[in-house]
């Protein structure tokens, strides 16, 4: 119920009237105003006047929809992006539709790690129907990190790298980092729904002395819409128009990882060499200390020096 009330608030430009969400949800006026004061202890600023409640959110990312070609829906509030996104592509949704959350509570990262989604972040899922074999799903998470990268340097001049697989980096800090959960038919991908979380405007979580924002960076708020409108128009163009070997190599030119000393752990090993390259399916080619390569589909990067 909160989370409904939540967003009815966020979708309304103008005060909306306790009667209204009431009727709306079909609860009593008090259930309303029960939830809305807890809203508004949990940090939410919700205005209260004769004519109703309005809640004071970044509109930036809420009228976000009027400008893109394809529909982003936005929410104040999910469990995750993905979970909704999910939903979505078994539905009836049309091809880049776009889940927008302003705070997330279970926000998930790769490897079954969570991922901290505070306010002023930039926390998305693209759910896309591409009609092409799962084995291709890699140019997803390949084009998304170029695209990170290049919106990052068109915008603010900032020299982010990608850190293989596709983790984006200021130099040791990580700014952004993209998750995809698929689905196949018959060797098909009936969706791939691309998760990214890109530090904008929250603090980085002072636990995670390895993450950074690009308000820290720039020492001062930046638009969201705008990132993510450049974003998603570089995303789709390079979809569209590029083939998987020029994606890679736009990735190639666009990492910090070639050439690295890495060590890189999987589920159950530690591999240490130095990266060569990527294969044509994105697998790092690794050449271990004994001389011997070895490709890696999977895994976290370290740097060795
Ligand atoms: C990672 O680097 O581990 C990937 C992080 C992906 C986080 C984003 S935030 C939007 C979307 N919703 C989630 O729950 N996760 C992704």
């Known amino acids: 119920m909160r989370d409904k009330i939540l967003n009815i608030l966020a979708a309304s430009k103008d005060y909306i009237s306790g009667v209204e969400i009431s009727s709306q949800l079909n609860v009593s006026r008090v ?19 004769k004519k109703g409640y309005l809640l004071e959110t970044s509109r930036d990312l809420i009228d976000f929809k009027n400008n893109f070609e394809s529909e982003v829906i936005f929410f104040p509030h999910l469990s995750s992006t993905m979970d909704y996104a999910k939903d979505l592509a078994k539905n009836e949704t049309s091809d880049f539709s776009v ?13 079954n790690r969570s991922w901290a989604s505070s306010k002023g972040g930039l926390w998305f899922t693209i759910v896309a129907k591409p009609k092409i074999p799962f084995v291709f799903a890699y140019k997803f998470n390949f084009a998304a990190s170029v695209a990170i990268v290049e919106t990052l340097k068109e915008n603010f001049k900032i020299n982010a790298k990608v850190k293989w697989p596709n983790d984006v980096y200021l130099h040791d800090k990580k700014i952004a980092g993209i998750l995809s959960e698929m689905e196949t038919t018959g060797g098909m991908i009936s969706y791939i729904n691309i998760g990214i979380g890109l530090n904008v405007n929250n603090i980085s979580t002072p636990k995670n002395v390895s993450c950074i924002s690009l308000k820290e960076v720039l020492g001062h ?30 990735w190639r030119k666009n990492t910090s990882t070639i050439g690295k000393n890495v060590q890189i752990e999987t589920f159950n090993d530690v591999f240490t ?7 044509e399916t994105g697998a790092l080619i690794l050449e271990l200390n004994n001389n011997t390569h070895k490709k890696i589909i999977y895994g976290d990067c370290f740097y060795n020096n």
């Open 31 to 49: 259930a309303v105003w029960k939830h809305i004061k807890k809203l508004m202890e949990d940090g939410y600023t919700i205005n209260s006047s």
């Open 99 to 111: 889940v927008v959350a302003e705070t997330q509570t279970m926000g998930r990262g790769r490897l």
């Open 221 to 250: 708020e930046i638009s969201r819409e705008k990132i993510l409108y450049d974003f998603l128009t570089k995303f789709q163009k390079l979809l569209r128009e590029a083939d998987v070997e020029h994606i890679l190599d736009l």
């Open 273 to 279: 060499g130095k990266a060569l390259d990527i294969d």
